[in-house]
Nanobody
Framework: HVQLVESGGGLVQPGGSLRLSCAAS????????MGWFRQAPRKQREGIAA????????AYADSVKGRFTISRDNAKNTLYLQLNSLKTEDTAMYHC????????????????????????WGQGTQVTVS
């Protein structure tokens, strides 16, 4: 079992930036994929970014590509999401998630990678762009 705890959300003006963090405990080890999801009120949950912690392979939803960057620091057991050029439509609760799944297991495109089913989820951190 892995516990995920997000932080870094807040209120930011359009065009601003934030960096979200997701601390994993205990260290999940190898063959671990992680992702960031968001859900706005009255909208479906959206997978927006994913990473394979072994190789650093990444995938992004079209809605955030070029503005958001997912990264990880394996030494610190922490996942990050850098949010730049924020828009009002980015307002949502942001969750990190992870699981022991090989990056290419059952997926070959960005939509699949970013919307993969993960067993472990954090409680979320709110991002408000206004």
């Amino acid at each position: 079992h892995v516990q995920l705890v997000e932080s870094g959300g807040g209120l930011v003006q359009p065009g601003g930036s934030l960096r979200l963090s997701c601390a994993a405990s205990p260290y999940p080890g190898s063959d671990y994929s992680m992702g960031w999801f968001r859900q706005a009120p009255r909208k479906q949950r959206e997978g927006i970014a994913a990473i394979y912690t072994v190789t650093g392979s990444t995938a992004y939803a079209d809605s955030v590509k070029g503005r958001f960057t997912i990264s990880r620091d394996n030494a610190k057991n922490t996942l990050y999401l850098q949010l730049n050029s924020l828009k009002t439509e980015d307002t949502a609760m942001y969750h990190c998630a992870g699981d022991w799944v090989n990056w290419r297991d059952g997926c070959s495109d960005a939509y699949c990678y970013t919307n993969r089913h993960f067993h472990y989820w954090g409680q979320g951190t709110q991002v408000t762009v206004s």
